[in-house]
């Protein structure tokens, strides 16, 4: 099994629908990270998560809420699915425990269009 | 502050020529430094990382990159390519002290390697 399981791995969601985006995790790490990529502009930070009372908004939120149910789980929410929210997500998991430089560990990734 | 820039969109070579793949970066603190690969459909896995020790790091399949502070590089490296190693390649920056540790990822390199 996967450290980093992301589900479902593709989706199609009409505009306006929500739609949630599960990651769960074996590897113990306690921080958990939500990332969008697009074409052209790399991976960019929805939200992030430093334990399960933590909860921070990263670069690009609007439109997006999470939830941190436990710490190997990590949830992304659309309220709202519009199209330009078309794009590949990427759950990812780091340990605080071992110190700087945090290594990262990516899911394989949900790609989702919005239509 | 932090931000990383990757100077080439598309990078194109023959098999069993050397790579090259360009980054700069700028942070407000002693960075942390990160190759990702993404192989075509997959997640991020890492290539290498530098710490505070050697400033040249030697990561997998052949790839190396060497941190010169003077010139805030980071380039990757690798002295043959091979076919498999077409992919994405992300450069990312993160602070090795201070700071919450929250990477900054690159736009991204596209590896064409040509027969």
């Known amino acids: 099994d996967a450290d980093v399981t992301q589900t479902p791995r593709n989706r199609i969601t009409k505009t306006g629908k929500r739609i949630m985006l599960e990651c769960s995790q074996t590897?113990?790490?306690?921080?958990m990270y939500w990332y969008r990529q697009d074409p052209g502009l790399g991976l960019r930070l929805i939200y992030y998560?430093?334990?399960?009372?933590?909860?921070n908004k990263g670069e690009i939120s609007d439109g997006y809420s999470v939830s941190r149910q436990a710490q190997a789980k990590f949830s992304l929410s659309l309220e709202s699915a519009i199209p330009n929210q078309t794009a590949l997500y990427f759950c990812?998991?780091?340990?605080?425990?071992?110190?700087?430089?945090?290594?990262?560990?990516f899911g394989s990734g949900t790609r989702l269009t919005v239509v | 502050a932090q931000s990383v820039t990757q100077l080439d969109s598309h990078v194109s070579v023959s098999e069993g020529t050397p790579v090259l793949l360009r980054c700069n970066y700028s942070?407000?603190?002693?960075?942390?430094l990160f190759w990702y690969v993404q192989h075509p459909n997959k997640g991020l896995q890492l290539l290498l990382k530098?710490?505070?020790?050697?400033?040249l790091v030697k990561g997998i399949n052949g790839f190396e990159a060497e941190f010169k502070k003077s010139e805030t590089s980071f380039h990757l490296t690798k002295p043959s390519a091979h076919m498999s190693d077409a992919a994405e390649y992300f450069c990312?920056?993160?602070?090795?002290?201070?700071?919450?540790?929250?990477?900054?990822f690159g736009r991204g390199t596209s590896l064409i390697v040509h027969p």
């Open positions: 990312v920056v993160s602070p090795r002290s201070g700071g919450s540790y929250i990477p900054t």
């Open positions: 998560s430093f334990d399960v009372k933590d909860i």
């Open positions: 990812a998991t780091s340990d605080s425990a071992v110190g700087p430089p945090y290594g990262y560990t």
């Open positions: 942070s407000s603190y002693s960075p942390s």
């Open positions: 590897k113990g790490h306690d921080r």
């Open positions: 530098y710490t505070s020790a050697a400033t």
